[in-house]
Structure formats: structure tokens, C-alpha cells
């Protein structure tokens, strides 16, 4: 609910940060809703002055108004913590202190206020943040109870000074408490980051091959089986093209297994230029790479891969003289209504194995 009426309101709904920022804010404004339908409550049973709930609901109304803009305007990101918690703490603290003045023998209870706005603390405020609150706080009350004795000399002090004495242990008590909290919450929140990144990271392992980069055969087969049942689905043309380097046996043999793995990575780095966004390439082992062309007929799949087939032709490779041509030999097939993955990828290597028969350095369809 707060995640939605922040997102709506929020100047920045794709920030993520500030619509949490301004979903705590409208969390504080709820709050002292509450506060001031309670101080309406204590005037409606007469043990509050109408005047000062007024004062106090109008008080909180302006304070809910100023960091609204504050919020909406994007004015905090310009404070060194946007999330402006320290600032809508002590504004409330000193707002409570000043509704105090005037609350007569419901002062004693509004204390338990002071409480309501350091709980609020605890969600970003570490304890020194907090103590510095619970201190103004403290000082704030202080001079509540001076400024009462004052107009009223003949007040209960005992009773004062023991308000003043609970308020003394609590709130630093609370500070301190809230702090620790707050660290757990933060070392959590750390943490879940981290193991975010984690999986991630795990992730991205998990469907990429270790040597080149490129997607590897489990998420080519993902790929192809996603593919086919879309291609089945709307009715379209859908092909792949197994590419395999020629006589890369005979490279390794003779610039070393070390030039072969460079080349392997400066062919993963050449064969995908030119593809569209939506067609996958990855190695489907050793030296065997896979291109997956969704809405792709038989033509255009024969187009693509004759790119590649000259792209190779044409370049230069790291490792090895630039005698050496590299050359690949492409099989592509179509897939057919109906048929299965293993069958498209039967006829791709079967297309290939006709390609090296004739000469290699070229691309074959099937029927
Ligand atoms: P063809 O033209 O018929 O495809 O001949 P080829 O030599 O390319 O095919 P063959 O299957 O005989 O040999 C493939 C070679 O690829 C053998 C293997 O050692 C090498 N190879 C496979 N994976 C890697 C790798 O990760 N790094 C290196 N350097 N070589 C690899
Ligand atoms: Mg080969
Ligand atoms: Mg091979």
C-alpha cells in the first residue's frame, strides 16, 4: 500500500531510492495523523484545551505539507541525507516539546510521543544519530517543564522532576537500543545485496562458457527449446546455424593449444556482429558454435550465415600468422512444423558434414 501510493506520488518513480525515501515520509505523516487525532481525542474528552489541539493538528499539518514538497520537489536529494530522518525526527521532537507547553495534566502521557518519533529514527539513524535526538529531545523537554514552571510556580515538581528523570533513562536507553537495531538492519540489508550480486554473478556463469564468453550449449538448448514452441505458437519460420572452424585441430597443432583458445575467443568476438537483438549465438562445444535465428526462413538463415562464413574468411586472428586463414564451415537448417529440436539440430550437422565433404569454408542447407 505505502509502496504504491509512493510510487504514485513520488517524483521520480523510477528511482527506486526516492520512493522508498517517500514511502517513509508518508509512513511519518500516517504517524502524526495519528498524533493529532489523538490530541482532537483529548480535547473532545476535555482533558486538553481545544486551542492547543488545533494548534497542534495545524502544526502537523504544515510540517506534513513542508516535506511533502520537500520530497516531491526532489529539494532533499540537495541534504546530505535525502531520507531527511534527522530532520523530520527533531522537527517532530521540538513540534511534541512545543504542544507540551500547553497541555497542562496531559503532558505526562504525550511524552510517550517522544517515543513514537525515535522509532521512526531506528528505520535509517545510527546511535549517534539517535542519542543527538533523544538528547534534543531531552533538552527539548527540559525547557518544557522550565518554561511550565515558570507560568505556574506552584506545579507539582516531585512529579516533574520524575517525567524528566523516566525521559532520562528512556531515551538514551532507546538510542541505544534503536541504534543497535538499525546496525542489524543495515548488516542485513548489506548482506542481501551481496548474496544479490551472488546470484547474479551465478547466474550469469551458469549460461556463459568458461573460455570465450559466449552463451553455452545448456542455454543454447534453453534457447532453441523456447524458440521452437514460439515459432510453433505464431506460426513463423524459425532456423539455426551450426558453424564449425575448419581444421582448427591442425591450428592447435601448429601455433599451440594456447593460439587456439585465442582464436576461438576472437571468433566468439567477430561471429555475432551483425546479427539482429533477437538472434542468440553461443558454442555448442569444442569449436562448434550455434546461431539461433527466431523468425528466420530458410533464405535469411542462409544470408546470415554466409556473413559470418566471409566475416571469418576475411579476418585476421591473434596467434597465429596471417597466412593462416581461418575458416569456418556453416550447416543451417529450418526448422518444420511439428518437428523437434533434435531433429533441426540433426539436419544443421548433417548440412555441416556435407560442407566439409565438399571442401569446407562454406554453407550448406539441406532440402
Ligand atoms: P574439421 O574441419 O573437420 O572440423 O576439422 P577440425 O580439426 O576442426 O575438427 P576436429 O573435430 O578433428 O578437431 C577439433 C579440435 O578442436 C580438437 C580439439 O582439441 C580442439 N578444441 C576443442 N575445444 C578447444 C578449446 O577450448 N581450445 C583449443 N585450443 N582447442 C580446442
Ligand atoms: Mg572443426
Ligand atoms: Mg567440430
Known amino acids: 500500500m505505502i509502496e504504491v501510493l509512493s510510487r504514485h506520488f513520488s517524483t521520480f518513480p523510477a528511482d527506486d531510492r526516492q ?26 474528552l476535555g482533558l486538553l484545551a481545544w486551542r492547543t489541539a488545533l494548534e497542534g493538528t495545524a502544526g502537523i499539518l504544515t510540517l506534513i505539507a513542508l516535506f511533502f514538497v520537500l520530497f516531491r520537489t526532489g529539494l532533499n536529494l540537495r541534504f546530505s541525507d535525502p531520507s531527511l530522518t534527522t530532520e523530520q525526527v527533531g522537527a517532530a521532537i521540538l ?10 495534566p496531559a503532558r505526562p502521557a504525550l511524552t510517550l510521543f517522544y517515543l513514537m518519533a525515535m522509532l521512526f529514527g531506528v528505520l ?11 538528547l534534543l529531545a531531552l533538552a527539548a523537554h527540559g525547557t518544557v517543564l522550565q518554561v511550565t514552571y515558570l507560568r505556574d510556580p506552584a506545579m507539582d515538581t516531585r512529579a516533574a522532576l520524575t517525567e524528566f528523570g523516566v525521559l532520562m533513562i528512556v531515551l538514551p536507553w532507546f538510542a541505544v537500543m ?19 550480486k551472488a546470484f547474479d554473478r551465478l547466474g ?29 505458437r505464431r506460426a513463423e519460420p524459425f532456423s539455426v546455424c551450426l558453424v564449425d572452424l575448419d581444421h582448427f585441430k591442425a591450428i592447435n597443432d601448429t601455433f599451440g593449444h594456447a593460439a587456439g583458445d585465442a582464436v576461438l575467443k576472437h571468433f566468439v568476438a567477430l561471429a555475432p556482429r551483425g546479427l539482429r537483438g533477437i538472434d542468440t549465438f553461443g ?85
Open 178 to 196: 534503536g541504534g543497535y537495531v538499525n546496525r542489524l538492519r543495515t548488516r542485513l540489508s548489506d548482506s542481501n545485496k551481496k548474496l544479490r
Open 124 to 134: 535509517r539513524l545510527n546511535v549517534a544519530r539517535l542519542m543527538g535526538l533523544a
Open 283 to 367: 558454442r555448442f562445444g569444442g569449436e562448434e558454435f550455434l546461431l539461433v535465428l527466431p523468425n528466420t526462413d530458410r533464405q535469411g538463415a542462409l544470408a546470415a550465415a554466409e556473413r559470418v562464413r566471409a566475416a571469418i574468411e576475411a579476418a585476421t586472428f591473434p596467434g597465429i600468422t596471417d597466412e593462416r586463414r581461418v575458416t569456418v564451415t556453416v550447416g543451417v537448417a529450418t526448422h518444420a512444423k511439428g518437428g523437434d529440436v533434435s531433429v533441426l539440430l540433426a539436419r544443421a550437422d548433417e548440412a555441416l558434414y556435407q560442407g566439409k565433404l565438399t571442401g569446407r569454408n562454406r554453407v550448406i542447407a539441406l532440402g
Open 95 to 104: 513540534f511534541l516539546a512545543y504542544i507540551m507547553v500547553h497541555a497542562g
Open 204 to 232: 550469469e556463469v551458469a549460461i556463459r562458457d568458461e573460455l570465450t564468453g559466449a552463451y553455452n550449449r545448456r542455454f543454447l538448448l534453453e534457447t532453441l527449446a523456447r524458440e521452437r514452441s514460439r515459432a510453433e
Open 19 to 44: 520512493s522508498l525515501r517517500f514511502g517513509r515520509f508518508l509512513i511519518a505523516a500516517g504517524t502524526s495523523v495519528l498524533v493529532s487525532l489523538a490530541l482532537l481525542l483529548l480535547a473532545f
